[in-house]
Nanobody, 121 residues
Framework: QVQLVESGGGLVQAGGSLRLSCAAS????????MGWYRQAPGKQRDLVAA???????NYADSVKGRFTISRDNAKNTVYLQINSLKPEDTGVYYC???????????????WGQGTQVTVSS
């Protein structure tokens, strides 16, 4: 019932910037929180940043001061502004949403297809 589509990834030199977007679509849902996870080569998928519908944010220590997560609740869209990119930021970035579905109790989690970010040194 919910689809997440990421965009904005690409190849960039160290020190550069990218802006990732994730748009949630579907029907009869409301977003409780959205976030970005990263899966680097040979590593597990870890939380990078998250934001609640109320604006509370959470960041991984490795990205604090460089990454900024924001959202447009009206558009069900979350953004990740990535500055001062480092080679270790390379990986597939996945959008995550925790939603409530109309007339259904509980919270449900959805994932996007991922967008590749590659940082060259």
């Amino acid at each position: 019932q919910v689809q997440l589509v990421e965009s904005g990834g690409g190849l960039v030199q160290a020190g550069g910037s990218l802006r990732l977007s994730c748009a949630a679509s579907g029907s009869s849902f409301s977003i409780n929180s959205m976030g970005w996870y990263r899966q680097a080569p040979g590593k597990q998928r870890d939380l990078v940043a998250a934001i609640t519908s109320g604006g509370t944010t959470n960041y991984a220590d490795s990205v604090k001061g460089r990454f900024t997560i924001s959202r447009d609740n009206a558009k069900n869209t979350v953004y990740l502004q990535i500055n001062s990119l480092k080679p270790e930021d390379t990986g597939v970035y996945y959008c995550n949403a925790r939603v409530g579905i109309l007339l259904v109790d509980g919270e449900y989690e959805y994932w996007g297809q991922g967008t590749q970010v590659t940082v060259s040194s």
